[in-house]
């Protein structure tokens, strides 16, 4: 079932490639400026969906995973 420190750095890749790519997306195709506040705002929303909210599904359905997952 793959390496405890995986867990932990799941939601990294998620959270860092939004942080990147959505605020110019914002900022080529809707124009929304700053571009710096962008990247603040949407980084944060992500650190608190999958950081948070999603570690949080995570480590519930770690508990139903032979159930869920058979």
């Known amino acids: 079932y793959g390496c405890k420190k995986s ?3 799941s939601p990294v890749g998620p ?5 990147l790519i959505i605020p110019f ?3 080529y195709a809707y124009g929304i400026r700053p571009l710096w506040f962008s990247i603040v705002t949407v980084a944060a ?3 608190i969906s999958c950081g948070f909210l999603g570690m949080i599904l995570l480590f519930s359905l770690e ?3 032979h159930n869920l997952f058979t």
């Open 7 to 9: 867990k932990w750095l």
């Open 15 to 19: 959270i860092l490639a939004n942080s």
């Open 25 to 27: 997306v914002l900022y």
């Open 45 to 47: 929303g992500e650190i």
């Open 63 to 65: 508990k139903y995973r």
